[in-house]
């Protein structure tokens, strides 16, 4: 089965701080994503990787940074942590195939930024 | 701009019956369309991709129907049971391999 983990389930952060959201997938796909969940406004894509160091802009990357140095491995940074990016943070990823574009799931982080 | 919209109000069935979430969409004409279903705090888990030379697509109580004229999405349920109560999302062929989400709709099945 596909797996993908995320560093932690919840999160409390302070107005600020620098906050690394981590993913992990280990079915070797070359495509991860970083969405934010709000409710009514589904899921909204802040950043995509199609390769290892390899990086394009979502809809909404304004106050995001993120990292992929491993193809495993996809990082989203909150580079000063403010109120507004309170959300659940959901990570993906998916086959770079011709005839699969399923994007596969971790279980999510709500991070609280007080 | 493209646009996908998903019913926002629950939607309540009765054990047994059928249930049907529909998604409609404008401004596109996508190669594809997804259903997911997502549980609450959970990310969202695949269903069923219908490809747009598809009318119809199953899989098991599942049925998914793809007009592409009517640029409309139909999902559907059968024999529903309250453990298919979650939230459904439709989701579209976007450009390098990304995904246009709906909303999604809430789906609750009485016993």
């Known amino acids: 089965d596909v797996k993908v983990t995320q560093s932690s389930r919840y999160l409390v952060k302070r107005t600020g701080e620098k906050v690394f959201l981590e993913c992990v997938q280990d079915?070797?796909?070359?495509?991860m994503f970083w969405y934010r969940q709000d409710p009514g406004l589904g899921l909204r894509l802040i950043y995509f990787?199609?390769?290892?160091?390899?990086?394009e802009k979502g809809d909404i990357p304004e106050g995001y940074s993120v990292s992929r140095e491993k193809k495993e491995r996809f990082s989203l940074i909150l580079e000063s942590a403010s109120t507004n990016q309170t959300s659940m943070y959901l990570c993906?990823?998916?086959?770079?195939?011709?005839?699969?574009?399923?994007?596969?799931f971790g279980p999510g982080t709500r991070l609280t930024v007080t | 701009s493209q646009k996908i919209e998903q019913n926002s109000e629950a939607l309540n069935i009765q054990e047994g019956k059928t249930a049907t979430l529909t998604c409609n969409y404008t401004?596109?004409?996508?190669?594809?369309l997804q259903w997911y279903r997502q549980d609450p705090g959970r990310g969202p888990v695949f269903l069923l991709l219908?490809?747009?030379n598809e009318k119809e697509k199953r899989k098991e109580r599942l049925k998914v129907t793809f007009d592409t004229t009517l640029k409309q999405s139909l999902f559907h349920i059968t024999a529903s049971q309250p453990a298919d109560s979650a939230t459904y999302l439709c989701?579209?062929?976007?450009?390098?391999?990304?995904?246009?989400w709906g909303a999604g709709t809430k789906l609750i099945i009485k016993p």
């Open positions: 079915m070797d796909h070359e495509n």
């Open positions: 989701a579209l062929e976007g450009s390098n391999y990304q995904l246009i």
């Open positions: 990787s199609y390769d290892v160091k390899m990086k």
């Open positions: 401004n596109y004409s996508p190669a594809y």
């Open positions: 993906a990823s998916s086959f770079d195939a011709g005839t699969s574009y399923e994007q596969y």
């Open positions: 219908i490809r747009e």
